[in-house]
């Protein structure tokens, strides 16, 4: 039960967390541009920017090689 409730449940809890909110994450938004390119708008999309490495030792515990895998 230690182990369930230490290591399991706050991963699975993070999985949940990012699953949900991933959409309003990365829909795209409209900002004004100002008066001085009046009739334009500025469309904003968040896109990845490239690769994450994460390096975690294997003799600490499962959530620490897993949480910052999960939210990268």
């Known amino acids: 039960e230690e182990v369930m409730f230490s290591e399991y449940l706050p991963v699975m809890r993070e999985i949940k ?3 949900r909110r991933l ?3 990365t829909h795209a938004f409209q900002r004004l541009s100002g008066l001085r390119y009046f009739p334009s708008r500025i ?4 896109e990845p ?3 994450v490495l ?9 959530q620490m090689a ?3 895998m999960i939210d990268a």
């Open 17 to 19: 967390l990012c699953k």
């Open 49 to 51: 920017r490239g690769s």
């Open 66 to 68: 897993l949480l910052p």
């Open 23 to 25: 959409a309003r994450w």
């Open 54 to 62: 994460i390096i975690s030792p294997w003799s600490f515990p499962f």
């Open 43 to 46: 469309d904003v999309r968040r």
